[in-house]
């Protein structure tokens, strides 16, 4: 069993999201001896379902990339207007490929 301090430093959260994950009913937790306690295995449990849970992180194919500059061309294509047209593009595009 570790305190509240204790379980924000090993979740890497503030002692306020770890009062807020317990409130919610995320995290459990025991109160003993007028002290709130988290289990240690609880804890281990969030922490590998996070990092299980994680996303991924982008790479020059991802489509927010085909963006970069629409909306500056200065009258050319592709404009603001266009970002949905590219994304959906994209987008069909991966899923034709797979």
């Given at each position: ?8 430093r ?40 996070h ?22 061309g ?25």
């Amino acid at each position: 069993m570790v305190t509240v301090d204790e379980a924000g430093r090993a979740l890497g959260v503030s002692r306020s999201t770890v009062w807020r994950l317990i409130q919610r009913g995320d995290l459990p937790s025991v109160r003993r001896g007028g002290r709130r306690l988290v289990p240690a295995t609880a804890i281990q449990t969030r922490t590998r379902r996070h990092r299980a849970a994680q996303i991924p992180s982008f790479t020059l194919d991802h489509p927010m990339f085909r963006l970069v500059g629409a909306g500056r061309g200065g009258g050319r294509t592709p404009g603001a207007r266009d970002k949905h047209a590219i994304l959906d593009t994209t987008v069909r595009l991966k899923a034709d490929a797979t």
